[in-house]
């Protein structure tokens, strides 16, 4: 079969969604599939040769966060050439409702498409917000809709009044269940491990932050090894004396080092105030065999199979963090035991079974003899205007 995928994110920039369209397109190569995936990004980056860029992409803030954006004619014109020059089986775009490379080919296209919804729908984001009077003729140039989590169906269910089949982020379990450690462990110093962009306040490593000390008093040897992107000079500047002595910054880490990172540490902690659809860095950390412990969001609560997979804490309680943290690093027996239960629970989320979902809603939508094409008629509004070719 052959699959145009459709990231609406810079390729560049680690996100959830973007590494989703990676882990998807190299599960249904490897099954034998022919797969195209169209995104933004640095045209002069060394892409991966399934990887089509349709050029740097806009910021905007969004759900808490930056999402980098494209649109306006001269994507549309790309991504038409892109429909153009394959003959899709299934085109399958991410985020469709968003303002970017997903609704630009749901419009730039005909034949079977599908949509996959990750985020939640906040009522004052500016991407949602641009998109919603375009939400419903959208949904329905798609032939199936998928959600990776309740949260994420509630956007097409509550707001537009449609619905969508439930198929979960993935994980490479094998990525993440080899052997090698970072350099230096394991080490006897007990050791937290944090994920996610540093100076993003959702994603909770303030509250982390304000629990360290009472965990060091506890464990008077604690670390803290943080990784993520964002400006390490700025977050060490505002953060105690105290807390910065035990906290090792590592940045942007290659996927190798997240890997290594997660099955290095004690306790890995996400502790996330909102925002998240999802969770799929608790599925990374399960994989490695790293006990997990999260804050009680809806969706990492779903994913840690009501805290059977992994402990949780109230969200934004820097105290129960600090206590359950402090018991788990405490209790050798039952980190172990946290960690098996992560790792045997995240087998249902391995790419091998999350793609062959994905392939059977393919297969359904599929009509033989019909492919994607390029939607002659003339779409509904302005920003889809035909520019010249020599535009695009």
């Known amino acids: 079969m052959r699959v145009g995928l459709v990231c609406p994110y810079s390729w560049e920039v680690p996100g959830g969604v973007k590494e989703h369209v990676r882990d998807l397109a190299e599960e249904l190569l490897r099954l034998g599939h022919d797969v195209s995936v169209l995104t933004p990004g640095d045209p002069e980056a060394d892409l991966e040769p399934y990887v089509v860029s349709v ?30 020059e394959n003959s899709f089986d299934v085109l399958h775009a991410h985020e469709p409702l968003a303002p970017s490379l997903g609704m630009l080919t749901v419009w730039a296209a005909s034949g079977p498409i599908v949509g996959t919804f990750h985020a939640n729908y906040l009522p004052r984001s500016r991407v949602y ?27 097409v269910v509550t707001h537009v009044g449609w619905d969508a089949v439930l198929i979960p982020n993935g994980v490479s379990v094998r990525r993440y269940a080899g052997d090698r450690l970072l350099p230096g462990f394991p080490r006897e110093e007990p050791t937290i491990g944090f994920l996610g ?56 880490v290659s996927d190798d080092d997240k890997a290594a990172l997660l099955r290095s540490v004690d306790l890995y902690v996400a502790p996330n105030t909102g925002g998240e659809s999802f969770g799929i860095v608790l599925l990374e950390a399960m994989a490695a065999g790293a006990p997990v412990l999260a804050s009680d969001i809806d969706s990492f609560r779903t994913v840690l199979d009501n805290g059977r997979a992994g402990e949780l804490f109230p969200v934004g309680d820097a105290a129960g963090l600090a206590a359950a943290a402090g018991r788990l690093l405490a209790d050798p027996e039952r980190r172990r035991a946290v960690g098996a239960a992560g790792r045997a629970h995240v087998q249902q989320y391995d790419w091998a079974e999350v793609a062959r979902r ?35």
């Open 55 to 84: 050029g740097r992409a806009v910021p905007v803030p969004f759900n808490g966060s930056v999402a980098r954006l494209v649109f306006g004619p001269v994507s549309a014109s790309r991504a038409r050439r892109w429909i153009r």
């Open 129 to 155: 917000g641009a998109s919603y009077g375009v939400a419903q003729p959208t949904l329905e140039r798609l032939s199936a809709r998928i959600a990776v989590s309740e949260a994420a169906r509630g956007t």
């Open 197 to 252: 962009r540093i100076d993003e306040p959702r994603k909770g490593l303030p509250v982390l932050v304000e629990a360290l000390p009472a965990i060091a008093a506890e464990h008077p040897s604690v670390r803290l090894l943080v990784a993520g992107p964002g400006d390490v000079a700025e977050v060490s500047a505002a953060l105690p004396d105290e807390v910065l002595a035990r906290t090792d910054f590592l940045g942007l």
């Open 358 to 392: 994905v392939v059977a809603v393919y297969e359904t939508v599929a009509k033989p003899g019909v492919v994607v094409t390029e939607d002659t008629r003339a779409h509904g509004f302005g920003l889809f205007a035909r520019p010249r070719e020599n535009g695009g």
